[in-house]
């Protein structure tokens, strides 16, 4: 047999009955002898890879629809199609698929299948039975044809038998003969079964009776039965709306016939699909299989001839960005591109690449952007669905060309990316729908889960300074000025001014969409999101909406800063105790009173991540100036193990020093050993201990190590207390080793230098200790807890209790 090439589309049938696209290349009928017969072949057109090996069986049955399909299975639940570019190449691989099983070429299926469970049934019936005979198709007899269709569609032998023979006799012609003489008449019985019978014909899923019922000649009279369900009591008007009210727009006159039909066809179609015929029910949900597959080949087709007319595309982009073009054009060649976008989401991944390329060569976003900074709200919000096609299909795409607008453009306004945000922002929905699809399209282009293209490594930090420097100030301008403070009289670092809460319900979700942005950037951001936090002191405007009436956003601005805190990060932690950020939140706490909510529950889970995870100047800072207020919630433990943590670590600190005591002469053989010992047992506390030693990372054995001094010096060197209570240490090594960070290089610091008492970048590396610690006070604390009470400073610290805001029943009031 010769071998015979075109070129074709394998399709197979996933899952959720829909149609994958396996890639495009030339099939071929031809002799497989590992398969021991004629077999279909498809090659790849790109590689010549093979994408399809089909043996032609002589029991599969094999469909042609729309001219150019060919469809059948080859297992159970394994669909496939081949879509033919010309109906000849079609009607030649059928023409050998019919002469393998020795069927006419004529017929538009080669096999009647049989379900398996009626196989042995089918075979003991008599002869007879194999046809079905169709009652004379008169007015007379529609109660007989109507309860034949219905009863056929719960067995499928039944229901192949009664589409050929609505095929072969041209049924379906005489059907809707019979439907315009029963209208003419006020038939409502007749019109009745007609409904039941062209209801029952479509759930018989056959594409050659649709391609009968969808043409052009019959679709409004199928339409037309549908209108006269039974169960109405007066009939639908579905063909004055088709006729009528849905008006066909060509932005752009199509030349094509062929195009313009598709197009008219395809629209009823899936008007009949989605507003005639009601939701198929579990048993029927399978009945319409094929014709939402010929709703699918349909768009792909349509998809592909105006994709092949660039002349068309390039005159539609023309107007559609010509500041000439009236607006109301403008607005039906945007809705144009929207309906065009969507159609191309039946494509298939590698025939989307194509299309979507096409769009960019033609210029689809800076069109986008001339569009998006119009007045029309229904021109932005056409184009914001058009933007989020794009965002799907190439978030990189995107990225570039926005990177470049700066370049180009004086006015940061201007930018593609603020006027997504700004829209954003002035949403006139009061349910925020298209606020909602904007900030997951900006989700989408500022995470770098999909940064990591290795064409281009440099796109994350590219972008993400892009973004931070020309966008980020917009996308907060909201959350700024809703929390700005009227009094401004206040020392800074306070949060006692009386803020502005948002108690518009609209701008308080606008808020909360905003902050949940700002969440995404603090989990994936870093160094970016941090410096723009610092810089604007941003967590302390955020915990202002701790106020605010609206739980949700309450919540949100605790989530933000539960994120932050879940980052572990001693700059976060040194922020947010420098600038005494936990007082709103503690405020909330003891506003909320004995109320069991969301709300409750979250602050609660905060403490309780910080005890677990062990936060040490988190947990200082908490202890010493909100325990008192604190102390009496006993209906959790978090706040009393904050205590205890608190307590233990100050004891291990004790302790420490202690050891730093002892005269270096006195340690012999025996005690060097319990040293030993004591910090293995350290070690051991996987939970607390295993910090500590890291606050000393090399004390403990280079003290051992150093000139021996007279027990008079060591006791003069003891450390001094300061007024506050604390001690302070000077060691020779840098400030980020002095508040107990982690050092990356050993070298020696050349000499001691104080270091701010809110700990300095901690980049710096912890140095080696001189032989001998130099000990003053006043200066670097290695742990400083200012109401560390003992007896001698028992009387001061009373009085300074009296003065702590802390010990208020709310704070800052």
């Known amino acids: 047999m010769s071998d015979t090439r075109r070129r074709v589309k394998v399709y197979t049938l996933n899952e959720d009955r829909q149609w994958d696209d396996r890639g495009t290349g030339h099939v071929s009928s031809t002799y497989v002898e590992r398969l021991k017969g004629i077999s279909l072949l498809v090659r790849a057109e790109s590689d010549g890879s093979l994408l399809l090996e089909s043996k032609i069986s002589p029991n599969t049955a094999y469909q042609k629809q729309q001219d150019t399909l060919i469809v059948w299975s080859e297992a159970e639940n394994y669909d496939l199609a081949l879509s033919f570019q010309e109906k000849a190449g079609c009607d030649e691989i059928w023409e050998k698929i019919c002469q393998v099983q020795g069927k006419d070429p004529s017929l538009e299926i080669t096999q009647d ?11 003991e019936m008599p002869e007879t039975s194999h046809l079905v005979e169709l009652p004379a198709c008169e007015l007379a007899r529609l109660e007989e044809i109507a309860d034949l269709v219905t009863s056929v569609l719960s067995s499928p032998i039944r229901r192949e038998k009664l589409a050929l023979a609505l095929m072969s006799e041209g049924y379906i012609k005489k059907l809707l003969q019979l439907f315009r003489t029963c209208e003419d008449l006020d038939n409502r019985e007749g019109l009745h079964h007609l409904y039941e019978i062209v209801r029952g014909v479509l759930f018989l899923n056959k594409a050659t009776l649709f391609e009968v019922m969808f043409s052009d000649d019959c679709i409004m009279d199928v339409v037309g039965c549908l209108e006269y369900d039974p169960a109405l009591v007066q009939p639908k008007r579905h063909r ?18 062929e195009l313009r039909q598709k197009i008219h066809q395809t629209y009823r179609v899936q008007y009949i699909q989605d507003i005639i015929l009601p939701t198929p029910s579990v048993f029927e949900e399978n009945f319409l299989s094929t014709l939402t597959s010929f709703i699918f080949f349909n768009k792909v087709e349509i998809v592909s001839m105006l994709q092949e007319d660039e002349k068309f595309l390039t005159e539609v982009f023309a107007q559609l960005t010509d500041e000439a073009t009236e607006e109301g054009k403008r607005r039906e060649l945007v809705n144009f591109f929207k309906e065009f976008c969507a159609f191309s989401q039946t494509l298939q991944p590698q025939n989307r690449d194509a299309f979507f390329k096409t769009l960019a060569n033609l210029g689809i976003l800076p069109a986008l952007e001339i569009i998006m900074g119009m007045d029309d709200l229904q021109v932005r919000a056409a ?28 006015d940061d306004d201007v930018l593609l990316i603020n006027l997504v945000i700004k829209q954003m922002i002035c949403d006139s929905d009061p349910e925020l729908g298209g606020a909602v699809q904007l900030m997951g399209l900006l989700r989408t282009l ?3 889960e999909n940064m990591l293209a290795p064409t281009n490594k440099t796109e994350k930090t590219e972008f993400l300074s892009f973004f931070y420097k020309y966008c980020m100030h917009v996308l907060t301008a909201p959350l700024l000025a809703n929390t700005a403070e009227e009094r401004k009289d206040l020392p800074e670092g306070t949060t006692k001014g009386i803020p502005v809460c948002p108690d518009n319900f609209q701008t308080a979700q606008l808020l909360a969409l905003i902050l949940e942005l700002l969440t995404f950037c603090v989990e994936h951001h870093t160094y970016h999101i941090k410096n723009y936090i610092m810089n604007k002191d941003l967590l302390r405007r955020v915990l202002v909406l701790m106020n605010s009436k609206h739980t949700f956003l309450a919540l949100c601005a605790l989530r933000f800063m539960r994120r932050i805190i879940g980052l572990k990060d001693e700059y976060y932690n040194r922020y947010i105790i420098k600038g005494n950020l936990f007082e709103p939140v503690i405020n909330a706490l003891l506003d909320n009173g004995t109320r069991y909510n969301l709300l409750n529950s979250a602050i609660i889970e905060l403490f309780e991540f910080i005890k677990v995870e062990d936060i040490k100047s988190l947990i200082a800072h908490i202890v010493d100036n909100f325990y008192k207020a604190l102390e009496s919630i006993e209906y959790v433990q978090t706040f009393k193990g904050l205590k205890g943590r608190y307590e233990q670590e100050k004891d291990r600190q004790s302790r420490g020093l202690s050891r730093y005591r002892r005269d270096a002469r006195a340690l012999d053989d025996d005690e060097e050993m319990w040293f030993n010992e004591d910090e293995d047992e350290d070690d051991a506390d996987a939970g607390v201990e295993k910090r500590v030693d890291e606050d000393f990372p090399e004390a ?51 000499s001691a230098s104080p270091a701010s008492p ?18 003053k006070a006043g200066l670097v604390g290695l742990v400083d807890y200012p109401d560390d009470e003992d007896e001698e400073d028992e009387e001061e610290d009373d009085d300074e209790e009296e003065m702590s805001p802390r010990k208020r029943p709310r704070l800052g009031s």
């Open 113 to 123: 299948p049989i379900d398996e469970s009626e196989e042995e049934r089918f075979e």
């Open 240 to 257: 004055e709306f088709l006729t009528k009210t849905a008006k066909f727009k060509e932005v752009i006159p199509i030349t094509d016939s």
């Open 383 to 410: 184009a914001t669905d058009i933007f989020s096609y794009l965002v799907e299909f190439s978030p990189s795409m995107v990225r570039e060309f926005v990177m470049q607008e700066p370049q180009q453009a004086d």
């Open 446 to 448: 500022i995470d770098p």
């Open 700 to 750: 403990y054995g280079k003290y051992m190590g150093a000139k021996k001094v007279k027990e008079s010096e060591d006791k003069e060197n003891l450390p001094k207390r300061t007024p506050t209570g604390s001690f302070k240490f000077t060691f020779s090594h840098s400030a980020g080793a002095a508040n107990g960070t982690n050092g990356a290089s050993s070298k020696p610091a050349p």
């Open 758 to 775: 809110n700990g300095s970048s901690g980049k710096a590396a912890a140095a080696a200790l001189p032989s001998t610690p130099v000990v």
